[in-house]
């Protein structure tokens, strides 16, 4: 069994560390002088930029934020770029398609952003048949998710620790009812939980990056009550077995049950539960049935762990939230800056600004921070009347219904 044991489990790093998230589709509108090249760049780029997007969406991230601040530091980054560009290339002619092929490649890998890829493929490219110069493609991604969850956190400069210095408790208790393991050709049940819990670490370590900071695996004999009140939170799953007998009193089934419970230790109150119906397993006295055994009950609870990690990543670096609204704003860069200058002020209470929504008349920003809410108010109070930089500062600030801020030209 002990061979068994290190054969699945290798099994199961393998599923997890493969992170596949199916088909993504890119598209781009070629224009006249556009290169082949350039062309499955573009699609290339468009087709990943849709696929992590999904991926966020999974994990619970804020596709809108990473994007609003990885384009703004690219902003930041290619005017200079193009500036050198322009001043060296002499060829009129050549120049924009010089520096619009120089943009693409620049995108496709700043900060590093391609390392999170671990692998893709090309599953076609096509043409529109109404214009042919609109070009599609149906791409592949595989990512590296330990990679992706940092690359997220520092690119929307969050802690990555969202909840500092929790750890994650887990719990796992296995019941085989009216039998005994050797008649399913098992030594003990406590070889199948090994190779159940070795997964789930590595699991979690990869889809709850960033929202604990470790894992501790519960011994059988203690009970979870002795954890409530601790910092951080505890999984605990149960899994029922019950073998059923054919013809001449033989298994040829297992009917089984997870029971599952995520709790918040510090409120001691459950995060969210989760129970499946009975499960069904044919039964055959080969070294394979347990592999086929450890991969039902490892893989049964693993969507309801998603949704709760989904749940748990909506608390953001500050533990309170009020909505901020900018009106007289002169486009989208001086909002980011306006934010960015939010931010550096607002150190001493963790405050973590991030723009929400863009209207023709008011742009919406969601307020995250640490302690008193009064103290927001005074130093939003305080800014008022502060230059951004040369182009315009900080008008009146008003804590009534809404809170409002105007940003004044200078």
């Not at 690119?155 to 620790?161: A, D, F, G, M, V």
């Not at 939230?321 to 001493?348: C, H, N, P, Y």
């Amino acid at each position: 069994m002990k061979s068994l044991v290190i054969i699945v489990l290798f099994f199961f790093q393998l599923i997890i560390s493969a992170q596949e998230i199916g088909e993504s589709q890119g598209k781009y509108q070629a224009e006249k002088d556009d290169s082949p090249a350039l062309i499955k760049k573009q699609l290339i780029q468009d087709a990943f930029k849709n696929a992590l997007n999904k991926k966020f969406k999974d994990l619970g991230f804020n596709s809108s934020l990473f994007w609003q601040e990885f384009d703004f530091k690219f902003a930041e980054n290619w005017k200079n770029e193009e500036r050198k560009i322009r001043a060296k290339e002499s060829n009129v002619e050549l120049i924009e398609k010089i520096v619009k092929e120089k943009k693409i490649d620049l995108e496709s890998n700043f900060l590093g952003i391609n390392q999170v890829i671990q692998s893709f493929s090309i599953k076609n490219t096509s043409r529109s048949a109404s214009d042919p110069n609109i070009h599609y493609i149906v791409a592949i991604f595989q990512f590296n998710l330990e990679i992706l969850n940092s690359f997220y956190y520092r690119i929307t400069n969050q802690n990555q620790s969202l909840n500092s210095n929790k750890k994650l408790y887990i719990a796992i208790k296995l019941n085989l009812e009216n039998s005994t393991w050797d008649k399913l050709s098992i030594e003990s049940g406590e070889d199948i939980v090994s190779v159940i819990r070795n997964s789930y670490e590595r699991w979690f370590k990869i889809e709850w990056t960033g929202l604990v900071d470790n894992i501790e695996f519960i011994d059988s004999g203690k009970s979870i009550g002795e954890y409530m009140g601790k910092e951080g939170y505890l999984f605990n799953v149960k899994y029922n077995l019950v073998p059923n007998k054919g013809v001449g009193a033989t298994i040829n089934s297992i009917e089984w049950t997870t029971q599952a419970v995520v709790y918040n230790l510090k409120s001691g109150s459950a995060v969210n539960t989760f129970t499946n119906s009975s499960q069904y397993l044919d039964f055959s006295p080969t070294e394979g049935f347990a592999s086929s055994l450890i991969a039902a009950l490892y893989s049964s609870p693993l969507s309801f762990l998603k949704d709760v990690r989904k749940e748990l990543s909506t608390k953001v670096s500050g533990d309170q939230l009020i909505e901020l609204k900018v009106v007289q704003f002169d486009g989208l860069t001086q909002l980011l800056e306006f934010r960015e200058f939010l931010k550096s002020k607002g150190i001493a209470l963790a405050l973590n600004v991030e723009l929400d929504k863009v209207e023709s008349d008011a742009a919406y920003f969601k307020i995250f921070y640490k302690g008193e809410i009064k103290k927001v108010e005074e130093l939003f109070t305080q800014l008022s009347g502060n230059s951004v930089n040369n182009a315009f500062k900080l008008g009146s600030f008003s804590a009534s219904s809404t809170w409002t801020f105007q940003l004044v030209k200078i």
